[in-house]
T-cell receptor, first 114, second 115 residues
């Protein structure tokens, strides 16, 4: 069985602060994929990143960075110098390598205050 | 139109009504999905279609009936719904090749309210 836990239900920060969103997962599969999606108030889930279980290299894309640690089954997401437009619900998701089904966490509501 | 579109964006219906949700993907993908997003619950996968064939049905009640006439269009037919079916219904698509399942791209969703 797959499980994704996002323990932070809501986070508020002031603009320009850095913020880290936590994601912990459980799976028995040796091959799997991890994802982060952003859901702004408009409702559409926006794909941010995909990592596979064999690639533990951290990734940076502009103000976004991701820290994948297999030893702790975590895939954390950091936003540097947050902006008001970053306000959204962020979902972490897991998919086994052999199936289409995505298992989503319950999401973290991020509010960036001006 | 680009990406994944869904209509209508908002729908209010009574428990005895019949309505349909429409999804169209303009990405050339071969797999399409319906998800349900209820308040304070994780997204739940409802149905998966690959090349127009339904490959997954996650124990969804029969009052939800999907239809996939081609790989670009996906419908969700609704009848005799319950108030607890009120939710955001999201459609997604992906390009799956030779057992490799790629990331899913989502539409904006239909906000459904059942009275």
């Amino acid at each position: 069985a797959q499980k994704v836990t996002q323990a932070q239900t809501e986070i508020s920060v002031v603009e320009k602060e850095d913020v880290t969103l936590d994601c912990v997962y459980e799976t028995r599969d040796t091959t799997y994929y991890l994802f982060w999606y952003k859901q702004p108030p408009s409702g559409e889930l926006v794909f941010l990143i995909r990592r596979n279980s064999f690639d533990e290299q951290n990734e940076i894309s502009g103000r976004y960075s991701w820290n994948f640690q297999k030893s702790t089954s975590s895939f954390n997401f950091t936003i540097t110098a947050s902006q008001v437009v970053d306000s959204a619900v962020y979902f972490c998701a897991l998919r086994p390598g052999s199936a289409r089904q995505l298992t989503f966490g319950s999401g973290t509501q991020l509010t960036v205050l001006p | 139109e680009t990406g994944v579109t869904q209509t209508p964006r908002h729908l209010v219906m009574g428990m005895t009504n019949k309505k349909s949700l429409k999804c169209e993907q303009h990405l050339g993908h071969n797999a399409m999905y319906w998800y349900k997003q209820s308040a304070k619950k994780p997204l739940e996968l409802m149905f998966v279609y690959n090349f127009k064939e339904q490959t997954e049905n996650n124990s969804v009640p029969s009052r939800f009936s999907p239809e996939c006439p081609n790989s670009s269009h996906l419908f969700l037919h609704l009848h005799t719904l319950q108030p607890e079916d009120s939710a955001l219904y999201l459609c997604a698509s992906s390009q799956d090749e030779g057992g490799t399942y790629n990331e899913q791209f989502f539409g904006p969703g239909t906000r459904l309210t059942v009275l």
